[in-house]
């Protein structure tokens, strides 16, 4: 997966980190790909970020906080995010954030 492309900042962040349970990894990577192709047609929607070991992290970035909980409430999004809390996380955070600045080597 590629670092996304962001625009200068400010925009929105928000940071989902997770332990998972040991069941239904089928079912929980359909869900993930088809959240991730919905995520990029919301408003809004910058790119997103993740990597999974014993500890996942999942960055979605957004125009603006608005957009963020924009996407938190879209209909397919919050039946992920029920089926996530019954069957795929043992544990699970969620972070909001501002990013104000960014910089890193464009290689």
Excluded: C, N
Excluded at 15 to 40: C, H, K, P, W
Excluded at 53 to 76: F, M, N
């Amino acid at each position: 997966m590629p670092i996304a492309e962001t625009p200068p900042p400010p925009y929105t962040a928000v940071l989902f980190t997770s332990v998972r349970t040991a069941s239904g990894e089928d079912d929980y990577a359909v869900m993930a790909d088809e959240m991730e192709a919905l995520a990029a047609q919301q408003p809004g929607y910058l790119g997103i970020e993740s990597a999974r070991a014993d500890l996942g992290i999942t960055i979605s970035y957004w125009q603006t906080p608005e957009h963020a909980r924009a996407w938190k409430a879209v209909a397919e999004h919050r039946v992920a995010q029920q089926r996530g809390r019954s069957e795929w996380y043992e544990r699970y955070r969620v972070r909001i954030a501002t990013v104000q600045r960014e910089y890193g080597d464009e290689r």
